[in-house]
């Protein structure tokens, strides 16, 4: 039996690699000094993993994204970047070869001529986004291994078994954006690269590669199986003394048990938390001999305390199953959890003692390898020996205990809280009391947050300045902010959230039944991370969240201001969540808690309450079949949240994406008033999709994109009102960025949005006009 993981963080322990990035952006550092920092960061947690790991993972560790990896590995370079790379290929210099891959991650201008990023998606049902690929018959499909080697030279030195990692070819055409001809034209220009990849890592004396094909988690059905098929039979062909891992996860792999067992894989990783039906599988159709089975048993996803009771049985069934040896590992990549517990000093005990953050889950994975491998009989079951994991947990358990009454109660979400007035009614009413001219302008909710206001955050948790001093400094920010807004003509002012460091976050902090981590950082993309905070108890509110703020910021002006909150399902999807209630109750009690908050704030005249829901399509499950019951909460904890919203005060809310096509029915059911959501990173492409909805809702397709920090043109904002025009009738359409502006820096701030306003009066006049 031997231990190994999926992937790693690689984000830094105490953020080291966004820190890194964050520099070279600003040009703080050069291409040497980002590259040679992050090498060593790399290095020091191979050593770390191989303390700790049979088996150690390599090229999981990314400078900015592992897709964005493989795009540059194997040269599928979309054509717009081609005059970006570097001649010289593998031979060029460190920065030109850096500033190539970041130009695809971020956009580039050069000369005053902009080149628009690559979009980002969000993987599977995780909250980290991968950019991606764009398929067309230029692309010259050359390898650039010069990265993948830099890897493999650094596992190398330490002399310690490891495994490359690579994104696998079904996987990567199936998250890729075909932007000419069919799927399949590219499988075979893909196949070629990994068939040379496979000879590359041979002549470098890789013992073990790890494809990646989380992809087989999704429903698939006879034509991507034949893809399937198709593409190992090569790419197996190829393999010599070098061994193949087929690594799986996010879920089971039913509608690809047969090929994949049929495929002369070395070993099979499946995952056992997101797919239990795996074992089924396994019990049922039989495990193909000489193949090593890796078991993720280790959640990647959540943060509480491994069942090491449950999975040595599991372990020991599967055993009896499969001829050869077993692996054991993590269910996913750790990506997605953050380091360590141990940097908690905030935390009660006994909710330290239920958590297993990425080192946790190493040591679990370690005591989990030694009691089976042990004396059987002795460790835990008969109580004597090692009774601790069993007594953490019920220690955790014990602080996560429930007063919801019946969790299994019928209806969570009984079906009469709808908003009884309908929505065209409501549409005069809100039209009376807002007076918003033709095609409104406003943003998202967040201003840009700056050096000065972390730092008074910092000192104001540190105690260095009172709360009334940080308290006065936030109301002149939203001062300042309104000022702003008004300057630039804004139709609908925001507060600028600045008392928020993050939108869920600052939530959990207020509520009870949340705890906050102080270094729990996941990656969410690039050099984004995000700090999801632990669900462990009932969800309570105590006070007004948002309130005063939202209240001051309308007392400085008589346009509205439009109140921001977040949705009970991104709150979920966002956070670490209990597992010891149904999610629904969760969800039920969180919506409750918004529900109190938006009555204070209609109580204080707020004509405007946007709800966040900007992480609702995140978790929609994989599989079509499990849709249904993940959207029932879903509507129905908005519809909860929402309810007591009055007909004359106008109910938006914003969604980070803009594939509608899943999740009409959903989006209907919720029932606002005014959508924005994104739709500049796609460049408009999914516009088509929502022409239905926006006949009888009013909608803001973000007009530019907040990642970039590409400042878009008057002319070229028109353009795009008018083909936004060609699908949303002139009075549903609201003129709005993509998403919050928290993240960008404030002349980019001021620049973009005087050109949206400046590009919507202009459409207005048109309009005029042509009246
Ligand atoms: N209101 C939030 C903001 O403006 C929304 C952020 C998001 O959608 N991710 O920052
Ligand atoms: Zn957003």
Known sequence: MKTTIVGFPRIGKNRELKTLLDKYFVQAIDAETLYSGARKLEIDQLKFLAERLDIIPCNDFSLYDGMLDMIYLLGAIPPRFVKLQPSQGGAASLPAKLSFYFAMARGKEVAGESTYPLEMK???????????????????????????????????????????????????????????GSLEEYLEPLVRQYEALMDLLREWNVPWVQIEEPILATDLGNKEREQFRFLYDRILSKKGPLKVLLQTYFGDIRDSWKPVCEAAFDAIGLDFVGG????????????????????????????????????????????????????????????????????????????????????????????????????????????????SPEEQKENGMALRKSDAGNPQKEETFPGNKFRPVPRQERYELQQKRLGLPLFPTTTIGSFPQDGELRRMRRQYREGVISPQAYEAY?????????????????????????????????????????????????????????????????????????????????SLTKKPVKAILTGPITIINWSFVREDLPLEVVASQ???????????????????????????????????????????????????????????????THMCYSEFGSMVDAI????????????????????????????????????????????????????????MLQYIPAPMLWINPDCGLKTRNIEETKAALAHMVGATKKLRAEYDKRM
């Open 122 to 180: 969000k993987w599977f049902t995780t909250n980290y986004h991968y950019l991606v690929p764009e398929l067309s018959r230029d692309i010259s499909w050359k390898l650039e291994p010069s990265f993948l080697k830099a890897h493999v030279e650094a596992a190398q030195s330490l002399g310690h078994p490891f495994k490359v990692n690579l994104i696998g070819p079904l996987t990567f055409v199936g998250l890729s954006k075909i932007q000419e």
């Open 276 to 387: 239990p039906y795996n074992e089924e599988l396994i019990q049922r159709y039989g495990f193909p001999e000489n193949t090593i089975l890796v078991a993720g048993c280790i959640d990647g996803r959540n943060i509480w305390k491994a069942d090491l009771i449950g999975l040595k049985r599991l372990i020991k069934k599967l055993a009896a199953a499969v001829s050869q040896e077993i692996w054991l590992s993590s269910s996913c990549s750790l990506l997605h959890v953050p380091y360590t517990v141990k940097g908690e000093s905030a935390l009660p005990e006994n909710l330290k003692t239920s958590l297993a953050f990425a080192y946790e889950k190493l040591e679990e994975l370690e005591l989990l390898k030694q009691v089976l491998e042990g004396d059987p009989g002795t460790a835990w079951e008969d109580g004597t020996e090692e009774k």
């Open 474 to 554: 936030l109301r002149d920010r939203i001062r300042q902010v309104i000022n702003l807004q008004e300057d630039l003509g804004l139709d609908v002012l925001v507060h600028g959230e600045y008392e928020r460091n993050d939108m869920v976050e600052y939530f959990a902090e207020h509520l009870e039944g949340f705890y906050t981590t102080e270094q729990g950082w996941v990656q969410s993309y690039g050099s984004r991370v995000t700090k999801p905070p632990i669900i462990y108890g009932d969800i309570k509110r105590n006070h007004p969240i948002t309130v005063p703020w939202i209240s001051y910021a309308q």
């Open 590 to 652: 969180l919506a409750d808690a918004i529900r109190e908050e938006i009555d204070d704030l209609q109580e204080k005249g707020i004509p405007i309450i946007q709800v966040d829901e900007a992480a609702l399509r995140e978790k929609l499950p994989l599989r079509r079949s499990e849709w249904e019951g993940y959207l029932k909460v879903a509507v129905g904890a908005f519809q909860a949240a929402t309810a007591s919203v009055r007909p004359d005060v106008q109910l938006h």
């Open 668 to 723: 209907n059911a919720f029932d606002v008033d005014v959508i924005t959501i994104e739709a500049a990173r796609s460049q408009f492409e999914l516009l088509p999709s929502f022409q239905d909805y926006a006949r009888d809702h009013q909608i803001g397709p973000g007009i530019y994109d907040i990642h970039s920090p590409l400042v878009p043109s008057i002319e070229e904002l028109q353009q795009r009102i008018h083909r």
